[in-house]
Each structure stands twice: as C-alpha cells, then as structure tokens.
C-alpha cells in the first residue's frame, strides 16, 4: 500500500522538536501495513507521520490520536506487583535510612523566602534566609577564635576533674583549690551542655547520641557542688571519672583520629585505655567502700582501701590481657563484680574490633563503610568516576573555599571521594587538611554494595568525573552513562546526579529523555572551545569568565599603588544568585533601575535574571532590560563576596529585626534605602521622558524592527515538502548540511569522497588570503571537538575571519566533515614546531594565532598518582611553549594575538612574560590547599594569553551551588535571545568589548557604569587594562572595579548589549 502522495503534509508542532530544529523540517508519511503473524492480537501495524529535522533527528507523530493510551501487559502488571511486594521487604538498613532522613527533616535550617523551584536551581547557602538564633550560635561555637578556646578549655577541665579524682584515691583530704576546680568545671559542662543541646542541628538525635549522653553525665555533679556529698558520695565521683571521655575531641583537632588504618588503631587503643581508665576508677571505689574492716586488717590495707587508683588501673590490665600474675585481687564482692563485668565487655567487644580492623587493613584499607549517623545535621556530597589528585584538589579548594563558606560551619558540607584504587600518600596528605570534612571510600558507583558502603541514598548530590585523557571519547561516555544510570537507579530521583561527558552531542542523547529530573549533564570541553573561540574576538575572554566562577586564592597584605591588586580584587568577584527584595517588586522597577540601585547602595552588578517563563520552568536571561521585575525573579550579581551578595536581599528591610528597641536604626535605614530608590526611580522617570520623545519622531526605526520580526517569523515557519521516505533521507543526510550542526559519523562516512574532494581544493601550500585569517596551530592528535571551535568562530555579531588549519598530518573525511562544511576555513599540512612552516600558513598576515593543546590518549589511569601519568603531557605542553616562542619571534608587535593552550595550569608560568610571585605572599593555609591556584597571577593567564582546560573544573562544584552556571556561561559566550522573554523578538543580547569612549577618560568607572547604563542602555563589567597602567607588565582584566578608579585612554570595556 503506497501512501497518498496527492497532498503535501503539514508540519505540526510538537514538544520533541524545537523550534530551531523545526525550520526546513521534513514531514513523510508512513502506511498502515498488515501483519501475518497470527500471534499478534491486532491486524495491521499504526500508520504514523515522522518529522525529520535537517540534523538527522526523527520524531514520530502518531496519525491515530484516538488510540488512546497503551494498556499494560499482564506480564508488565505482574512485575509491578512484584515490585510493590518487594517494597514491603524492607530491611533494617532501609529503615536505618528513613530514620536519618527524618531526624534530618526535624533540623532548624534558613527560612528562605523562595519557591521550591528556585531552591531546585540554587542551593540554600548561597541565597539569603532569616538564621534563627539557635544557628548563629552554632556557628559561633565551631568556628572562629571561640572554637579554639572552648576545646582548649574543654580539655584542660577534664584532665583536671580526672586527676582530682585520681588524688582523691590516695587521700580523703580535700584542699581549697580541688574544691574550687569542682565547682568551676561543673558549672562549666553543665552550661555546656545546655548550649549544645540549644544549639544542635536535630536537638532529639544529640540527647539520645553517645555523646550527648556522655556530656549529660558529665554536667550531672553540678547537683551535688554545694553538698556535703561533693567529697564522699559515690555518684559525683563517678560522674567525674568518665568526663575523661570528653578528651576525645582535643585528639580531632590535632588529626590523629580520621578514617585511614593507623588513626583507627589509634582510636581503638584510646577507647579501650579510656574505658579501662573509667573501670578502674569505679573499681577502685567500690573496694573503698565495700571491703569489710576486717578484710582490711587481714590484708593488712589501709583505711583508704587495698587499692590505690594506679593499683587498680594495673589490676584491670592485667586482667584484660589475661597474664594474671595473681598478686592484686579483688577483696569485696562487688569488686569481684566488677571484675566479671569488664572481662566480660573486653571478651566480647575487644576481639570483634581488633578483627575488623585486621581486616580492613589486610584486604582493603579504604573498604570501610561511612558512618552514616555523621549526615545527621549536616550534608554530603559523593565525587567519584575518574577521580584524580589534580581534580579533587582543584574541586574541594573551590567547593571550600572562604568565599562562599559562610553557612557551612552551622550547614557542614561533607565530601566522600570513592574511586576503584587505593589513595596516594599525596592524596592522603591533602585529606588531612580537611580533617572530618572529606573521607575516601574504595569503590565504583556501579557497584550497588559500593553505594550502599558510601551512603548514596542520602547524598545531596552525586559528581561523576570523566576521563579526560581517555583513548575513545564516546566509550568514555558510555561508561558515564552507565555510572549515571546506576547511580539514579540507587538514589532515586531526589538526589542531584551531576555526570560529565566528553562529546558535547552526547549530552543530547535519547538516554536522557527519560530522566526530567535527577541527572544532570555537563560537557567542559563544549565550554573549553566556546572561551577559545571567544577570545579570539574578545581579548581576556577566557580569564574574564574563569575568574567569575573560579575562586582564588587570597595575598596576604596586598600593596595598594600595585597593578595586582586591581586585578586582585576582580579576581574575588564571583557570580551569586540573590532573592530580590519585595520592596522592588511593590515599586514595578525596570531592570535597569534595579541595577543602578544596587550598584549606588552595594558596588554589586545585577546582570541577569533566573526567569520563570510561559510553560511554568526557569531560564536565565542576562541584562533583560525593559523588563518590570516579577516576584518569582531571581537576581543574578557579581561581587565580592556571599556576605557582599545577600546585602541585595536586604535592601529595605529593617536591621534588628530580632531587636525591637533598635527602632531609630530600622526606621534610618529604610529611610535611606527608600531615598536612594526614589532617585533612580525620577532620573530614569527623565530618561524615558526623552527617549519617547526621540522615538516619535524617529518612527523609521519602529518599522523597520516590526519588519524584522515578521521576516524573521516568515523563515522561522519554512517546511520542506518531501514525496518520499528516501528523498527525506538524502536531504537529512547531504555535506555539507542544510544547517551547520555537526554531523553524525554514518553521515561522514557516506559522503566521504565528498569531503576528500572538498579537503583537496581548500588544502594551501602557502596561504594567500586578501584578508587577515586567523591561525589555528595544532601539534599531536586531531582534537576530537574542533568543530565547536569553528561553529563559535561563526557567530553573527562580528566580522567572520578565514580560518586555516595548520596540522602535520592530513584530516580524515570524519575529521574534516566536522570543520570543511564551514565556509572560508583551509588546511595546511606542517609543524609550527618548523618556522618555515608557520611562514606557510601565513603567520605573518594572521589576526590571532591559536595554538590548541595535543588531544592526548592514554590508557585508563588506576591510580590517583600524577607520577604515573605519562611524560606525554608535559612533551605536549613543552611543544606549545616552542610553537608560542617561535610565533612571537616572527609577528610583532605579538601582544594580543597569540592565545595558548596547555593541560597544565602550571606551566602557564613559562610562557611570556614571566613573573613569579613568591608563594610566600599568598594565604598559608588556602596555599596547602591548591597550590596549582597560582596559575592564575601569571602574566600570560592575566591577559588572556594562557588557557588551560584544567581550569574548567569550576563548572563541576559551581554547578552544585549554582545549577545556572553553564547557561550563564554558555550565553555569555554565544548571546542570550530575547525571546523567551518576547515572543517572536529578534533581539539577541552578546557580551562584547568595546573602547571606552573619549569623554570618559579621565573620569572614574562608576561614572563609565552609569552613563554607558542611562543613555547607551549597555551595561558594564569590567575593564580590559592597557600594558604600563601602573606599572603593569601586560594588559590585565578587571572585574567590577572600584568605582573611583580612574580610566584611561586604551581601557576597554566588557559589556552587555
């Protein structure tokens, strides 16, 4: 049955297909055939419609809508009831888990005054909540100066209550100075133990906790400091005597209790010296005051007892280990018992721990299972897939660092790293900085016994890490699909599964269509091309936007006249989410006067917008102006920091709420924050006043933008009519593409004489071009994902450059396919190691010089060891650092052309010019934390001339604070359309540069920021400083500088327009 080709299909819209997809699609129609085989209870297979887009994708239109819904199967119904009875088998770790998450559930956190989709894009640190009273102690007990005193004093009362108990078995005199040590220390514990208990995350979880039990008894002698019974009663002696377990977490703070072997060793020989330390005291008692008088004088003992404190410390010892040399033994029935007890508790528990540990340390040292009662009050996170020393460094530097920690001491945030080998001794190193903050646990996240050990039903997020330097990038990817899904399947949809890829049309894959929530997926190598390709148009693009994300590390007593400390300070801007304040929305403020408020009151820079648009989701719009703000917006801002951020939020609200005497202070400042709106509000009241006067008689311009749009929305709604299946295919399946989307390898591989042909007339010997070009050096491998270099080279807003491709070996058909169905790009064949060859491929004449890093391919790393990479990495760096010295020596002036890439953030320092900063000058403790962060004060990274893809390890812990990170980034590097926001809009906002203008120079940047704002709508930055100002060795990047810095002729400007 030939279908009816009479009449043309139409094109409908359907939710699978996007609207850019849509475009000169192809609909075919497929017949209704019958079915021969008898088995099949219906006759005749559907007819249905396929919507082919130009990029190969098909999409199936069911013809019959009235089908209805498809009926389950009996075989399906009785997997589902043996799912649901399989639901009633719970076990006791279930339970233990459920358990956990209520106790979690009863904690006091932030009130945030935000929806539950805003808290789904942003996590709860970084956006602003009333903080009961209850936290801010809290974190005042944990953190800071008082911290340390409190341990510090914590420890030295219980070493003096238990050596004043010790004393006391020798003598029953009681001096001036133990009675006053008694009282001190015993309204100490028990005022402590009221703060703790006001103070803890699940207040129900610490009463019934080991050591919330053990700080009870230990505040417990307080009844009895003013009673006779103080010296003689055996309760408060009792009492005392176990307040030697409160030295426990003086050994935290000094690191000798972690999770390796020797600090569980260490841990197991403290608790059973701690508990035979107790027994003794009590054993020693208990003979005191039960051994009859005449046992006394048989035994010939004194009054005070047949044992002193260290006699039975020593009995007890004897005992446990079983040597038994006979010469103490106990002389009072209940000594005798007491014997029994603590033989009976060392039998039993002692041989059960020793073995465990045995274990641990003879099969798997990091096989251990984490304490999951450590989640209580708390959250963590679990980083596995191809972990490596360089990524966890450079994640848990950023992930902890100062800038963004101010809720973690009261919401602690912990890491576990799970990786199928067993940590370095570096690794084990870098652990130890963060104490209790970061365990390791040896396993795969495949593994369901793994994910069981570490917990991974409670994470708050799960990161899956791909293999950079993997030989195939799609198998690497299939590896991290199959770890996402098994993770997902572990965890359930609330836990956030952040997986990376390496080719960024993996992350369009089928295999997500499933998944609306829970997965997450990010592709860096997308990411490292766009910055690339940017920078060739925007100079210190790829510093700019790294520096937004990537926190770095603190100087120590900074020198204000220095050129440093400019770019310094733009280093510590960062990008944060905020809860606008309701005072903004009650006024129906335009975006831009929010933003000139916000930069008056706080110098920080409101950009963007989190929107929820017409079909109830959220997208991030940058510099949205025009726009009235919504109350369900989310303010995008760059600045200093998270305390600097969340000033925003309180914008207008009182400063004491909690304070009701401190009425003139509210009353002064929402005084003064409503001053400040009303002038921005009457200034910009003025602006428009004159700006609808320049529109009426400028009635062209309106003309011709509605004409824009109607031919915009004309091409938008193009269909191609097809008469058959195969013309459908042959048209999806053409080289070069109706669209230039990357093509898919069966298609390079049919059209591949295509392509040879096409690589043989556009390969040059020598490169003769009328215009500049711009040159892309590549030594080693082919980069896999050239073509999002090229494709983002190709950007509407400015001028295309020809590209040509200088590689020392011919591309396959697969490899030019991917970059020959651009126009004007060309290939030479040579090493730009040879400086006649980089004279071949027309140096001299280029615009920019790029000089991509080698795509390495090594064998999967089963270690974390960066001694057991391969020395290939630092050959490919070094051939860069040749090629970039070998293109400087034949172009001059070279500043500003030339943009390197190396895989290591470290060997940026070697290219020019060089100038080292002492490591002496940075903050100690954040310098143990990343030392490879000194990339980023090196002249050559400063200009943007270095790049390495290294540092785009932000996009992984950035996404977990801030899950708008990568359309942020992608937007800033590729434009923002409007039309989200304006349906059928034409208007595509860019990030772009510009020189400052000549009436600005000499001026201060807050008067650029404002006027560049009121009368040029764009919005400002940063700064792109010339070489020389003050000093400066290169051209440096500014982010949001200060707003009495004075301009100067050669600045230019990053802006939104």
């Excluded at 089908?67 to 009875?85: D, R």
């Excluded at 980034?969 to 020189?995: K, T």
């Amino acid at each position: 049955m030939q279908p009816d080709r009479s009449e043309s299909p139409v094109l409908r819209s359907d939710p699978r297909v996007s609207d850019e997809d849509a475009s000169g699609s192809m609909e075919v129609t497929i017949p209704a055939l019958d079915s021969s085989d008898v088995r099949r209870k219906s006759s005749s297979t559907r007819p249905c419609t396929l919507v082919i887009t130009h990029t190969g994708q098909c999409v199936n239109l069911v013809a019959d809508s009235a089908s209805g819904p498809p009926v389950e199967t009996e075989e399906e119904m009785s997997v589902t009831k043996n799912a649901f009875f399989g639901k009633l088998r719970e076990t006791f770790e279930d339970l233990n888990l459920r358990g956990l998450l209520w106790l979690n559930s009863q904690g006091q956190g932030k009130n945030i005054d935000a929806e539950k989709d805003v808290l789904s894009r942003f996590h709860n640190s970084y956006l602003y909540g009333d903080v009961p009273l209850s936290i801010k102690l809290r974190t005042a007990i944990r953190s800071g100066t008082w911290s340390h005193v409190t341990i510090w004093v914590e420890f030295f009362a219980a070493v003096i209550s238990v050596t004043a108990y010790v004393r006391q078995t020798y003598t029953e005199e009681t001096l001036g100075w133990s009675q006053f040590f008694r009282r001190v220390f015993s309204l100490y514990f028990a005022a402590d133990y009221v703060l703790r208990i006001f103070s803890a995350p699940v207040r129900l979880y610490y009463i019934f906790s080991t050591a919330g039990i053990i700080d009870l008894i230990s505040s417990l002698p307080i009844f009895y400091i003013w009673s006779v019974a103080d010296n003689y009663s055996a309760v408060p002696q009792m009492l005392r005597v176990i307040r030697a377990r409160r030295i426990l977490p003086y050994l935290l703070t000094l690191g000798l209790v972690g999770g390796t072997i020797a600090q569980q060793i260490f841990l197991l020989i403290m608790y059973t010296l701690g508990t035979v330390f107790i027994a003794a005291g009590i054993f020693q008692w208990v003979e005191y005051k039960n051994t009859p008088a005449n046992v006394k004088r048989e035994a010939n003992c004194d009054e005070a007892g047949c044992f002193t404190f260290y006699q039975a410390f020593y009995f007890l010892i004897v005992t446990i280990t079983t040597v038994g040399y006979g010469d103490f033994s106990p002389k009072s029935n209940w000594g005798r018992f007491v014997a029994i007890t603590v033989i009976l508790a060392a039998v039993l528990i002692l041989p059960l721990q020793i073995n465990n540990i045995l274990q641990l340390a003879s099969r798997r040292p990091y096989g251990g299972k984490l304490a999951l009662q450590k989640v209580v009050g708390s959250r963590f996170i679990i980083l596995s897939g191809n972990v490596s020393f360089n990524t966890v460094e450079h994640f848990l530097s950023g992930f902890y660092h100062p800038c963004h920690d101010k809720d973690m001491t009261a919401f602690p945030i912990r890491v576990v790293i799970m990786a199928p080998f067993k940590p370095s001794f570096e690794l084990k190193t870098l652990l130890t900085v963060y104490k209790d903050n970061v365990e390791f646990i040896e396993g795969v996240p495949t593994k369901e016994t793994d994910l069981v050990r570490a917990g991974a039903k409670l994470a708050s997020a799960f990161f899956l890490l791909a293999d950079h330097y993997a030989k195939d990038f799609d198998a690497e990817d299939a590896a991290q699909m199959t770890r996402s899904l098994s993770v997902h399947r572990h965890c359930g949809p609330m836990a956030r599964v952040i997986v990376e890829l390496l080719k960024p049309e993996n992350c369009k894959s089928a295999l997500w269509d499933e998944f609306e929530s829970g997965i997450e997926v990010l592709c860096p190598e997308a990411i490292r091309f766009k910055l690339l390709a940017r920078s060739c148009h925007i100079q210190g693009f790829s510093t700019f936007i790294i520096n937004l994300f990537r926190s770095g590390l603190f100087i120590r007593s900074p020198k204000e006249e220095h050129w440093m400390v400019q770019y310094y300070r733009g280093l510590q801007h960062e990008v944060f989410p905020v809860i606008l304040p309701p005072c903004l929305h009650r006024q129906e403020l335009m975006f831009e006067e929010v933003v000139e408020v916000m930069y008056l009151k706080y110098r920080v820079i409101l950009f963007g917008l989190d929107v929820q648009i017409g079909d109830g989701s959220r997208t991030v719009v940058l510099y949205p102006r025009g726009r009235i703000l919504d109350p369900c917006d989310v303010g995008l801002v760059i600045a200093s920091d998270l305390a600097a951020a969340e000033q925003v939020s309180k914008f207008g609200l009182p400063v004491h709420q909690a304070c009701p005497y401190l009425d003139f202070s509210q009353d002064l400042k929402i005084a003064m924050d409503d001053m400040v709106l009303q002038q921005v509000k009457n200034r910009w009241k003025e602006f428009r006043r004159n700006e609808e006067k320049w529109k009426s008689t400028n009635n062209t311009f309106g003309s011709l933008r509605e004409g824009l749009k109607k031919n915009l929305a004309a091409w938008s709604s193009r269909k191609t009519t097809v008469t058959s299946l195969e013309d459908a295919i042959e048209a999806a399946t053409r080289w070069p593409p109706l669209k230039l989307d990357k093509p898919d390898p069966p298609v390079l591989a049919r059209r591949a004489q295509i392509i040879q042909a096409h690589l043989q007339s556009n390969t040059m010997n020598v490169v003769r071009l009328p215009s500049p070009h711009i040159l892309v050096c590549i030594e080693g491998m082919w980069p896999v994902n050239l073509f999002y270099f090229v494709s983002n080279l190709r950007i509407n807003n400015v001028l295309n450059l020809p590209v040509v491709i200088l590689h020392p070996n011919e591309p396959t058909a697969a490899q030019w396919g991917c970059v020959g169905l651009f126009s004007d790009v060309y290939f030479v064949q040579g090493t730009a190691l040879y400086e006649l060859d980089l004279i071949r491929a027309g140096v001299l004449q280029a615009e920019r010089v790029v000089i991509l890093t080698e795509t390495l391919q090594e064998e999967s790393i089963q270690s974390d060891d960066s001694a057991s990479m391969s020395q290939s990495i630092n050959i490919a760096d070094l051939n860069n650092v040749r090629i970039a010295a070998n293109v400087e020596r034949l172009i001059s002036p070279a500043r500003g052309r030339v943009i390197v890439e190396l895989q290591q953030e470290n060997q940026i320092q070697f290219l020019r010019p060089k100038f080292n900063i002492d490591a002496r000058l940075f903050h100690t403790g954040m310098y143990h934390r990343d030392h490879t962060g000194r990339f980023q004060f090196a002249p050559p990274y400063i200009e943007g001339k270095g790049f390495s893809p290294g540092a785009l390890t932000f996009l992984i812990y950035a996404t977990f604070f801030n899950s708008t990170v990568i359309s942020i980034v992608e937007q800033l590097s590729s434009g923002c359309p409007m039309d989200q926001l304006d349906e059928g809009s034409a208007e595509i906002r860019h990030f772009e540069q510009i020189a400052v203008p000549r009436h600005y120079q000499g001026q201060t940047f807050s008067d650029l920021f404002l006027g560049l704002l009121e009368h040029e709508r764009i919005l400002a930055l940063g700064l792109y400083r010339p070489l020389g100002t003050q000093g400066s060795v290169v051209c440096y990047v500014s982010t949001n500088p200060e707003p009495s810095l004075s301009l100067v002729e050669g600045d230019l400007v990053y802006v939104l327009k």
